[in-house]
């Protein structure tokens, strides 16, 4: 193996490069797109790893904090998840990585360093957050998941159906659809 380079996370205020949401929307449905996922749902993340050339495996970390890494050695990529997790949660934290893949580990990235790292932990930042966009916009597209909520009309005076209801339909926490639905304004959060 070649010399080990461990790409670390950058502190806020010194990113290089931010997206902006539409830029990380336009690049999720490239990538829905680009692997014929025609709005399909729920979204496959593992399929989509493998469409990419990125082999994914469950297992455990030592460490109790971590939900998943993506790496790439030499050629090799790899996702790694915690089995532990529930399914729902294993699936973001793969749809999280492949943001970190298709918006940070860029081509140039990956020509010059032998190894790329990305954790999904306890940490937050600017990266952090935009994989975690990408990951909603991944799973939950903005045309699937409007086609959906608006065969859901009747439900919208009980957000709380209306968010389970969607959140069971993409495979996602309730967690994760209300913050989507809040996200595209479609129910409000605020009481
Ligand atoms: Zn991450």
Redesign the pocket.
């Known amino acids: 193996m070649g010399k080990v380079i461990v790409f670390t996370k950058m502190k806020g205020g010194s990113k290089m490069a931010g997206y902006s949401i539409r830029q990380i929307e336009d690049k999720a449905a490239e990538v829905l797109k680009q692997c014929s996922m025609n709005n399909e749902i729920p979204v496959d993340p593992v399929l989509i790893a493998n469409e990419l050339g990125i082999r994914v495996y469950a297992g455990n970390f030592i460490d109790q904090n971590m939900s998943g890494v993506i790496r790439k050695d030499g050629s090799n990529i790899e996702i790694l998840v915690c089995e532990d997790h529930h399914v729902n949660r294993q699936r973001f934290t793969i749809a ?2 492949i943001g ?1 893949y298709k918006l940070h580990i860029d081509d140039q990235l990956l020509n010059k360093k032998d190894h790329v790292e ?3 932990n306890n940490t937050y930042n600017a ?2 957050a935009e ?1 975690n966009s990408f990951a909603a916009a991944l799973l939950m597209p903005r045309e699937a998941l409007l086609d959906e909520y608006n065969k859901c009309k009747p439900l919208l005076e009980y957000t709380d159906i209306l968010v389970n209801f969607l959140a069971v339909r993409f495979k996602v926490s309730e967690q994760a659809m209300q913050r989507r639905l809040s996200d595209l304004g479609l129910i409000s959060l605020g009481w």
């Open positions: 999280h990585e970190h990305y954790e999904r990266e952090e994989a």
